[in-house]
């Protein structure tokens, strides 16, 4: 089975917090990458990241990072020192290679951050 | 100007009337994709174009049609609107990379009621 599961329905933190959305997929492919995209509340998608299944290098972009654990089928997105601004819908995806597939994107049900003052 | 467009952004219908969602794209993607989000149930696929000849079903395509008029333009009908469409409804691209590297872009989105 395909599948993406993002088990946190919502998280609430204070600002300067550090936060971690938690992604965890299935696939029976070798070869496929996986996306983080916000979705702030203004309604656009917005993307942040793609890894492929090779990769297993953590990626960080300035507050954002990002753990990538084949051993546990995780690609985990932390926020560092987390602002207001970051609140937003957070989506993770996965991308098989299998032919049958066509490619398209499995999404997860998504997390609510929600970040206060 | 934004690389994906959706016209129009909001739309309040009626049941039972045709109703058009309009994408457009300028940044030369191959493949266009419609998807509807339900609060909740995250995205799904309604349709997806891999070339202006090319026309695939999603995973919810019922009671929708599309059109690819051009490599830049992807419509999306709904030939007779009913309440349970109501939903928000994204355009998507992406370049042909294969194997599963396609970045999908997506448009800001068009707010569909039908009451």
């Known amino acids: 089975a395909q599948k993406v599961t993002q088990a946190q329905t919502e998280i609430s933190v204070v600002e300067k917090e550090d936060v971690t959305l938690d992604c965890v997929y299935e696939?029976?492919?070798?070869?496929?990458?996986l996306f983080w995209y916000k979705q702030p509340p203004s309604g656009e998608l917005v993307f942040l990241i793609r890894r492929n299944s090779f990769d297993e290098q953590n990626e960080i972009s300035g507050r954002y990072s990002w753990n990538f654990q084949k051993s546990t089928s995780s690609f985990n997105f932390t926020i560092t020192a987390s602002q207001v601004v970051d609140s937003a819908v957070y989506f993770c995806a996965l991308s098989p290679s299998f032919m049958d597939s066509n490619y398209q994107l499995i999404w997860g049900a998504g997390t609510k951050l929600i970040i206060k003052p | 100007d934004a690389d994906v467009t959706q016209t129009p952004r909001n739309r309040i219908t009626k049941t039972g009337k045709r109703i058009m969602l309009e994408c457009s794209q300028t940044k030369g993607h191959d493949r266009m994709y419609w998807y509807r989000q339900d609060p909740g149930l995250g995205l799904r696929l309604i349709y997806y174009?891999?070339?202006?000849?090319?026309?695939n079903k999603g995973e919810i395509s019922d009671g929708y049609s599309v059109s690819r008029q051009a490599q830049a333009k992807f419509s999306l009908s709904l030939e007779s609107a009913i309440p349970n469409q109501t939903a928000l409804y994204f355009c998507?691209?992406?370049?042909?990379?294969?194997?599963?590297?396609?970045?999908?872009?997506f448009g800001p989105g068009t707010r569909l009621t039908v009451l």
């Open positions: 998507a691209t992406s370049d042909l990379q294969g194997n599963g590297a396609d970045t999908q872009y």
């Open positions: 174009s891999f070339d202006v000849k090319d026309i």
């Open positions: 696939t029976r492919d070798t070869t496929y990458y």
